[in-house]
């Protein structure tokens, strides 16, 4: 019986030449894909540089037999000689003297009389300390206070009269107190009383210590002497 093909309707019909042209294109693809490769192949087995396979040389050296030491000489070994002992010294224990015994004293016989023993005399007074030496009195220097005098031998600077205080019409009197020592100098400056100006007592101080004066003499030797100077400041028309 033979096969019926149904056809569908309105479908082209196949013929069998182009499914046989289909089937050559495909078997001529895959052959041409192979002799590429094959191609390939050979070009790049040709490029590969060939080597010589080298066969590694084994090289064997004899070593000498090794030298046998040669025995050494034996010595003959002396047995060591045998010391003599030391004897042993005792140490010689000289003997202790025997102390003699003392002659025991007699017995007091009953009818002995027996004398009492002196009293010791009583210890001689121990002579008294001698007194310490005086010690030497050291000079010491008296020291006397300024002796107050009503004249001393000096020579006095008139002050400076301030400019303002004679603007202002300032006037009055200070006195200043000052000590003369043995030597004649000036010392211990103060102002005893005040004018009521403060410019006029500054002048007034400056004035005493420009000054001069003498040491003030008693019965011929220098002594301290002590005096207060007034500085009189007065407006003169």
């Known amino acids: 019986m033979q096969a019926l093909h149904s056809v569908q309707a309105g479908a082209p019909p196949v013929t069998p030449f182009r ?24 070009t790049v087995r040709n490029e590969l540089p060939s080597r010589p396979i080298e066969s590694p040389a084994i090289t064997a050296e004899l070593l000498p037999p090794a030298a046998v030491a040669a025995p050494a000489a034996i010595q003959s070994i002396e047995p060591p000689k045998p010391t003599p002992p030391v004897p ?67 020579t006095m600077v008139s002050p400076i009269y301030p400019p303002l205080s004679t603007r202002r019409g300032e006037s009055g009197t200070a006195y200043v107190k000052f000590v003369v020592g043995l030597t004649g100098k000036i010392q211990n400056i103060e102002l005893k009383k005040s004018s009521g100006y403060s410019r006029l007592d500054d002048a007034a101080l400056d004035a005493m210590r420009a000054s001069t004066c003498k ?18 400041f007065g407006l003169k028309d």
Do not use: W
């Not at 040491?215 to 009189?232: K, M, R, S």
């Open 88 to 154: 042993h010294l005792k140490p010689k224990v000289q003997p202790r003297p025997v102390p003699k015994p003392l002659p025991q004293a007699a017995a007091p016989s009953e009818h002995a009389i027996t004398t009492p023993a002196p009293a010791p005399e009583p210890p001689a007074p121990a002579a008294p300390a001698a007194p310490p030496a005086p010690v030497a009195a050291r000079p010491t220097m008296a020291l006397t206070a300024p002796k107050d005098v009503s004249h001393l031998d000096c």
């Open 215 to 232: 040491p003030y003499l008693e019965n011929g030797e220098p002594v301290l002497a002590t005096y207060t100077q007034p500085f009189d």
């Open 19 to 42: 499914m046989n042209s289909r089937a050559a294109i495909a078997t001529t693809v895959v052959l041409a894909i192979h002799v590429v490769l094959l191609a390939v192949v050979l």
